[in-house]
């Protein structure tokens, strides 16, 4: 993928590593207990080749997936452990190609945040205002 790391760029520290500790350190002053933490995931990357590939063949090739988005997204909740995720992305392609179904069941069930997890809706063009454990639909509140 892109060279978009803070890691390797920019500052060079783990932006997001700190923010994830320090964040679960914090102790609401209303409840009086840890601060959940959760996290925005775009599903794809805008013109990323093994994108622009997939779309190009309808979809029925996943090379983006396989090698960039899913990863990234196990990667983030065994590093990071986010109690939410809210994904974004999605409208292009169905779940099946973004294997939403597989990495959500390991998330709700063997993740180390299994318990507490939540999610939103943006998982594919066939599910918003659908399902997830929050809706998100189009962004259209009234």
């Known amino acids: 993928t892109w060279n978009w790391n803070a890691m390797d760029i920019g500052p060079k520290r783990d932006i997001l590593g ?11 002053p209303t409840t009086g207990k840890a601060l959940h933490w959760g996290v925005y995931h775009s599903l794809f990357e805008w013109f990323n080749p093994a994108y622009e590939m997939d779309k190009a063949n309808g979809f029925n090739t ?9 990863p990234e997204l196990y990667d983030l909740v065994k ?19 973004w294997k939403s179904v597989e990495f959500l069941s390991w998330y709700a ?3 180390s945040v299994a318990d507490t997890a939540v999610w939103n809706d943006r998982w594919g063009n066939d599910n918003n205002c659908k399902h997830g454990a929050y809706y998100t639909c189009h962004d259209n509140y009234e």
């Open 79 to 97: 590093k990071y452990e986010p109690e939410l995720i809210w994904s974004d992305g999605a409208w292009e392609a169905p779940d099946t190609y």
């Open 18 to 28: 700190e923010l994830a500790n320090a964040t679960k350190r914090t102790i609401s």
């Open 109 to 111: 069930t063997n993740s």
């Open 62 to 70: 996943t090379v983006f997936t396989d090698t960039k988005t899913m």
